[in-house]
């Protein structure tokens, strides 16, 4: 699997990196580490890095992704490097409720950091 998550112990948060297509069975897989990994930690934030990213294998990987946000009950989510039909549908999500965690685009992992800075003050 090309894609990572860990936690950011600088920074505090996870970081998931998506590079390429993104299957549902690796949905599932980096879904199930949310928890593990954010086990005792402050902050329960997720920090998406897109710039590499392809699209999402289908409608279910979207409704997976969601899914795994809300179960575990992140506060924060940052999207980096969205590009417009990411943007699009991520939105979309929100308006409708299915996405639970507050959420927003930046164009940098800076801005990233610094939106994800002023949430907890």
């Known amino acids: 699997m090309k ?43 997720l920090l998406v890095d897109l710039r590499t990213a392809g699209k999402m294998e289908t409608r279910e990987t979207r409704s997976i992704t969601n899914d795994m946000i809300n179960n575990a009950k992140l506060s924060e989510v940052v999207f980096v490097g969205a590009n417009a039909a990411q943007r699009m549908i991520a939105k979309v999500l929100m308006k409708l409720g299915s996405l639970e965690a507050e959420s927003t685009f930046v164009k940098s992992m800076e801005d990233a950091y610094s939106w994800i800075e002023k949430k907890r003050n």
């Open 3 to 45: 894609h990572t998550i860990i936690f950011d112990e600088d920074h505090q948060l996870l970081v998931q990196t998506i590079d390429g297509v993104f299957t549902t069975e690796e949905t599932k897989h980096l879904g199930q580490l949310y928890n593990q990994l954010l086990e005792g930690k402050p902050y329960r934030q």
